[in-house]
């Protein structure tokens, strides 16, 4: 097991079967950068075109398709003490006539970020809030692995791969499972935000670049359809598509097959447990594709935990 210090020269806006960077080994450690989704770095300087670019590919020795990669989040620091958002709601997460009613306001929304003191405070534009400030929870709103079929996704939105599910729950200490699909899994990651919303209702988390630390390892021959995550109290599995309904749909499947292959249960005791225990929280409902994540807490599960 090595750890490697990483700096990214290029970034891709869409995950796909990219030339790899860096080779890994499973159990291998990364400690590398990302930049924001408009491609400014920790100096605030533009290094590479906007739209979410990614940090990677990062190819893991004997990943085949059919098995699964555990991405590990071990830390996540913004490393510039400024980020932006929008302003206003997204058009589409308010009612038709309301969006009337939205101000019409040019440029970003600016936030000041301070890594010692653990906030995020909005600095301009001046409103009713004042000098307001939230506490900072960093995470990663875009990874994934490359797609089958020779695809690249652009990533601006999400499907089995991963890619844009901007969901908050993507923090530091907490182990994703991604199925692969080509040689390699070939890893891709970047869009940090410092703080989101549930549903990134205004089209964006506070964004900013960050320094990033990962582990990898590779389940061989296990099979998983969508990803899924552990966050030491809850598993949680993400369902990637438009309209919302059928995000749900994936992710309550995903949880149900999870279910089944790692906990030993059927079908009839998966429904009858997730259908009296089962949380549900929003990732986006912003991207092209949504994202709705299927929680269970993990203290219900322990006495079927196959290992």
């Given at each position: 097991?090595?750890t490697h210090h990483f700096?990214p020269t ?11 960077v860096?080779?890994?080994?499973d159990g ?25 670019p990614?940090?990677g ?17 071990d ?8 980020g ?7 058009t ?10 939205l101000?019409?306001?040019d440029g970003?929304?600016?936030w000041r ?20 400030s ?6 990663i709103?875009c ?8 695809q690249?996704i ?11 599910m901007d969901y908050?729950g ?12 080509v040689?390699?899994a ?6 940090v ?7 990134e ?8 670049s960050a320094?990033v630390?990962?582990?990898v ?8 359809g969508?990803?899924?995550?552990d966050?030491?109290?809850y598993?949680?599995t ?13 992710a ?7 279910l089944v292959?790692?906990y ?6 998966a429904?009858?447990l997730?259908?009296?225990a089962v ?10 594709a ?18």
């Amino acid at each position: 097991m090595t750890t490697h210090h990483f700096n990214p020269t290029r970034y891709y806006t869409a995950i796909g079967s990219w030339e790899p960077v860096l080779r890994l080994v499973d159990g291998d450690t990364v400690i590398t950068t990302t930049v924001d989704a408009w491609g400014y770095d920790s100096r605030g300087q533009q290094v590479t075109r906007g739209g979410n670019p990614m940090t990677g590919p990062f190819y893991i020795e004997g990943a085949e398709p059919g098995d699964t990669l555990v991405f590990q989040i071990d830390s996540i620091t913004p490393n510039r003490p400024f980020g932006w958002t929008n302003h206003v709601f997204a058009t589409n997460v308010v009612e038709p006539d309301f969006v009337l009613e939205l101000p019409q306001i040019d440029g970003i929304a600016e936030w000041r970020i301070d890594v010692e003191a653990g906030t995020v405070t909005l600095v301009k534009p001046e409103t009713k809030l004042g000098q307001f400030s939230l506490p900072l929870a960093p995470m990663i709103g875009c990874f994934g692995v490359a797609p089958a079929g020779d695809q690249a996704i652009w990533t601006a939105t999400s499907a089995e791969h991963g890619g844009n599910m901007d969901y908050r729950g993507f923090a530091a200490g907490v182990t994703v499972y991604l199925p692969v699909f080509v040689p390699g899994a070939l890893l891709h990651l970047g869009d940090v935000h410092a703080i989101q919303g549930h549903g990134e209702i205004v089209g964006t988390g506070v964004e900013v670049s960050a320094d990033v630390q990962f582990t990898v390892r590779v389940v061989k021959g296990k099979h998983i359809g969508l990803p899924r995550g552990d966050d030491g109290a809850y598993i949680f599995t993400a369902g990637n598509a438009r309209p919302l309904d059928q995000a749900l749909q994936h992710a309550t499947t995903e949880m149900a097959r999870w279910l089944v292959q790692d906990y030993g249960l059927d079908v009839l005791s998966a429904s009858l447990l997730m259908g009296q225990a089962v949380e549900y929280e929003v990732g986006n409902v912003f991207d092209p594709a949504y994202t709705m994540i299927c929680k269970l807490p993990k203290r219900l599960l322990e006495p079927y935990w196959k290992g």
